[in-house]
């Protein structure tokens, strides 16, 4: 009987059969490009319902060893399932995908029941390249086919807030600034209308729940200013419509808002330095609620699934590539106002203040 996922959890699945059947994986580029180098993947392990899962890449199977059975399935089994998901997936117009005839039979007879990966650590597989016994890399995957996990979506966690001042507004103001119709743009359209009625917002800080407040230690680990940083990259967003990252952080530097000397700027390439800081922090285990160190989680790399099936690999030991990856396909998003609290004028102890949420993802081209 047909069962129907979601493209995410087909496309984990896919990378996970493709990564088996080629047995090696190739380095992306800056550019979310293919690269010239690939390594050998020895094995992979991986959660399922009931326990750890190693799978170790043969010269012609696979061997499936749990934690109370052992098993071997030719690896070209894997490499066709894969190609009848990627041809299921890259059809539908729709989110959630019906499986391919044969898909679930092949499923049931590698006794796959979860098409993600049930972890703590946010990793979905881990990996040992080059030989079965040598260090687990732990990956995320994400597929420009289905809908990603971003980097950053901290909620009300990861929340903004500038303080108005310039004009005291009175309630009925106050209402029908918050008032304004429900629209793609209903932030901008909000803030636009403050400064018309001569108002002024100007970072103030984040918001003061204690899983805020941790949140802004772990943005003042980058950098002591970096919050007022950020939150001019999200006014920014949502004011003139500049999503990616690169470009924003272009948009910074020529604004300089930190009024930094122009060597540093220009030079050193401060803002660019910081913003990759962030993102790679991001990527590696920085969460909004969850007190930052500065030391990596497990997830250790990206897997990327492109358009057309590609799977690109990018790891922090290729430190240089990865950060110049995540700084060129990365975005600012648009969480939900009503679920994150954003983007409305409240009152704090006799003060407004206007909240802004920073929600950070891969870009889908």
Known sequence: MAFEATKREW??????????????????????????IDWPIAMIQREEHDGTRCYYIEKEMVRIKGENSEK???REDFGIVADLILQAVKSSSEDEVTSPDGVEEFLD?????????????????????WHPEAPLSGFSVRSRLGAMNPLLDGGRAANLKLEQSGVKFATPTVNKINALPEAPNEVAERMLLIERLGGVL???DVADRVADRVFRCNLLMIDLHFPRMLAEMVRMMHLDGIARISELTEVIKQMNPLK????????????????????????????????????????????????SGEVLCYHKSEKPVMEDFLFLNTRLEKGSLDKDKYGFLERENGVYYFKLNVKIGLVKR
């Not at 007879?109 to 049930?118: G, P, S, T």
């Not at 060597?263 to 800081?277: C, D, P, R, T």
Request: glycine share 8%; aromatic share 12%; with cysteine.
């Open 11 to 36: 496309c984990e699945l896919y990378t996970f059969f493709r990564l088996l059947t080629e047995g090696k994986v190739t380095l992306g580029t800056a550019k979310a490009k293919k690269g010239e």
């Open 72 to 74: 071997s399935v030719p």
């Open 109 to 129: 007879e590698v006794a796959i029941f979860d098409l993600e990966a049930k972890t703590e650590d946010r990793t979905d597989f881990y990996i040992a390249f």
């Open 202 to 204: 100007k970072y103030s």
């Open 260 to 307: 930094i000397k122009d060597e540093l700027v220009n030079k050193h390439g401060f803002y660019e330095f910081k913003v990759k800081q962030f993102l790679m922090a991001l990527a590696l285990g920085m969460r909004p609620a969850k007190i930052y160190t500065g030391q990596d989680s497990a997830v250790e790399g990206i897997l990327l699934m492109d358009g």
